[in-house]
């Protein structure tokens, strides 16, 4: 499997120029760059390039920022490379020849269903705010944001 | 009682043979002896159990009786239910009691069945063996060492322990086939829209979709006419007319054209595994069907395809967990970053983190365009396959999983190789058709599934092809061992 997807990712990442690596740039306005390898045997190289679509400790945090999701710091360097395999699988997908696909959302290509502008809820604030870990006089409470 | 399948049981229960509290006692009973073998519930609702029973009997002697009334059922704990607890396997809605149901169990009550519990499951669906539940892994009645599958792997378990006639489940990339498959069961993932998502906890929205667990294909089509329906409130429902499947379930395969998919027969595939779904797909040939090879060119590309999609859309889907409105909040936050950051994080588990951090990554900033939107381009692609093989065959068929039940851990350090499990049930849901699983045999004990999928709205066509062949093989009849 590992070899099957670094042979594709040969053939993607001529394809995709965009995004391809060779001209030793990471795309603009990137948050996690792509590591490009040393100088080598063009075959070597090109796989080195694949393997090290890294995630790192530094990407793990700005990722737990960006999903408000605390990561223990024991687990950052197995969460870092469970995310990296992943990666690597999902890299498969720059294989692909899309030129003039369009996106596909919804199977059957429906569009948004529209309804008439009246109200159907009723009003069962008390109900959901039961749910609440903390809720006053119709308010969901949380930490102090302004002093 | 519990050897009966749905169809005899609403026959046993019009013809006053026992009534729907002594068979949902039965039931219970078996439940409270026995589930501490297989862990498949979650929540046993047994005083609304024995009410609905009771009522359902009451209707049944008047003759007002709907198409479901006084049969035990269990949901899915990701269908929500009024004043229940739902926790979609997850300690983030350990508390989680809704105040509405999913309009899947307004449907079912509706049509008089009788909620024996809510059944354990993969945490927010993301599994494929069920051992990233909250509430501990559920155990294959066929095999306690080994997984039961996901991430409806308790509803599997419990209709093959015989601890429910049959289950609701949902499919996001195999999550009612594998399972069903694993237990040697018939599972049934119905075309995208076709089942409202309203009420269901959502991890991918645009490929969620509920299904039945059952032990035939004859229940399957008496579960999915209660289960089907269009719906205002769910706005990717799709509004097609309903149809009755159990009026096609005796139409024959003379001239079925069976499209089998070399892809599907790759490596990675158990040969004895594929010598039993080959056996299978010549049964068909003997009940009139034509079989043909055909070519799904981008197979290889739907597990990668998914995990760009599933990721994205449940990183999305989950933000709303943030420990503000209900569910899990952290002890003592210091301020509101703190109480999202550790709601989140000691609220999912490893999994589901996983996959928020991966949607995360491949929807950042600069990355949309390589990953997602490169994906639902493939996605497109994948479907094209389908649309292709459809002017020339009426059904595909090929395995559901790769191999038998797996043992507790083989997998679950290494969430590639978890994820390659579906990898033959993927594609369906990223095209959005429907998909089975119906037993095809066992191998080492363990059953193996035969996967049928038909184009959009063919749940009939698929439904009657599986009752037909569960007509000349047993297959389905088998039972796991130790199931008094």
């Known amino acids: 499997m590992n070899e099957l997807y670094q042979r594709q ?88 020849d899309t030129d003039g696909i369009a996106p596909m959302a ?20 008390e109900e959901f705010q039961a749910l609440a870990p903390a809720a006053e006089q119709g308010l969901f409470l949380v930490p102090k944001v302004i002093d | 009682m519990h050897n009966l399948t749905i169809a005899e049981l609403i026959h046993g229960l019009r013809n006053q043979e026992f009534s729907s509290v002594e068979l949902t006692r039965h039931y219970l009973d078996r439940i409270a002896r026995l589930d501490s073998r297989y862990n498949s519930y979650i929540t046993v609702t047994e005083d609304i159990a024995l009410a609905q029973a009771k009522a359902a009997d009451e209707r049944l002697a008047t003759g007002d009786a709907p198409a479901l009334c006084g049969v035990p059922i269990a949901h899915k704990d990701i269908f929500c239910t009024n004043g229940i607890r739902t926790s979609c396997g997850s300690k983030m809605l350990d508390n989680f009691i809704p105040p509405y149901d999913a309009t899947v169990v307004e449907n079912y009550r509706n049509a008089g069945a009788v909620m024996l519990g809510k059944v354990n ?4 669906a993301m599994g494929s063996s069920n051992e990233s539940s909250f509430y501990g892994p559920v155990k294959n009645p066929w095999n306690t060492n080994c997984v039961p599958g996901g991430s409806s792997g308790g509803s599997a378990a419990a209709v093959a322990a015989h601890l429910a006639p049959a289950a609701t489940a949902t499919d996001t990339g195999g999550s009612i086939r594998q399972p069903a498959s694993l237990c040697g069961l018939t599972g049934l993932k119905p075309t995208y829209g076709r089942v409202s998502r309203w009420g269901m906890i959502a991890f991918a929205s645009s490929l969620d979709q509920g299904g039945p667990i059952t032990r035939t294909a004859e229940d399957a089509a008496i579960m999915l006419n209660t289960m ?18 159990t009026a096609t379930l005796n139409d024959s395969l003379q001239g079925l054209r069976i499209g089998v998919p070399k892809e599907y027969f790759g490596e990675g595939l158990d040969p004895q595994t594929a010598e039993r779904v080959q056996a299978a797909i010549q049964e068909f040939e003997k009940l009139g069907a034509e079989v043909k090879e055909i070519s799904l060119p981008h197979t290889d590309l739907s597990v990668p395809a998914y995990y760009v999609i599933a990721p994205a859309e449940c990183s999305a ?3 709303r967990f943030d420990g503000v409105r209900y569910g899990y909040r952290c002890e003592d936050p210091k301020d509101l970053n703190d109480l999202y950051k550790r709601s989140r994080g000691e609220g999912f588990g ?34 094209q396959d389908f649309v292709d093989a459809f ?12 191999s038998p039940a797996f043992e507790f851990g083989a997998k679950s350090s290494d969430p590639v190789a978890m994820y390659l499990e579906d990898i033959y049930t993927i594609a369906t849901n990223l095209a959005g058709l429907p998909g089975m699983s119906i037993p095809c045999g066992l191998v080492d004990g363990k059953p193996v599934g035969l996967q049928l999928i038909g184009n959009f709205f063919a749940e009939g066509k698929l439904l009657n092809a599986a009752h037909q062949f569960q007509q000349v093989t047993d297959h389905h009849q088998q039972t796991a061992p130790d199931i008094d």
């Open chain 2, 228 to 245: 089907a329906s269009f719906d205002d409130k769910d706005s990717t429902c799709v509004d097609q007319p309903l149809e009755d499947y």
């Open chain 2, 350 to 383: 490893e999994e589901v983190k996983r996959r928020i951090l991966v949607g995360s990554y491949a929807l950042s900033a600069g990355y949309y365009d390589a990953y997602y939107r490169k994906a639902q381009q493939v996605r497109r692609l994948i479907k």
């Open chain 1, 106 to 125: 919804h199977p059957l290509d429906a569009t948004q269903r529209l309804r008439a502008d009246v109200v159907t809820e009723t009003n069962r604030r």
């Open chain 1, 9 to 96: 990712g040969f053939r993607a990442r001529r394809k995709y120029g965009n995004f391809s690596a060779l001209n030793h740039k990471s795309p603009r306005n990137t948050p996690f760059k792509r590591k490009t390898g040393p100088k080598r045997r063009f075959t070597q190289w090109v796989q080195a390039l694949i393997s090290e679509i890294k995630v790192d400790r530094s990407d793990i945090a700005k990722l737990a920022e960006l999903a408000r999701i605390e990561i223990a710091e024991t687990t950052v360097d197995e969460v870092a490379k469970s995310i990296t395999d992943v990666l690597a699988l999902v890299d498969q997908l720059q294989a692909a």
């Open chain 2, 317 to 319: 889907n989950l933000s």
């Open chain 2, 121 to 124: 499951m993969d945490e927010f």
């Open chain 2, 391 to 402: 002017n020339d065959v009426d059904v595909v068929m090929g395995p559901t999983a790769t």
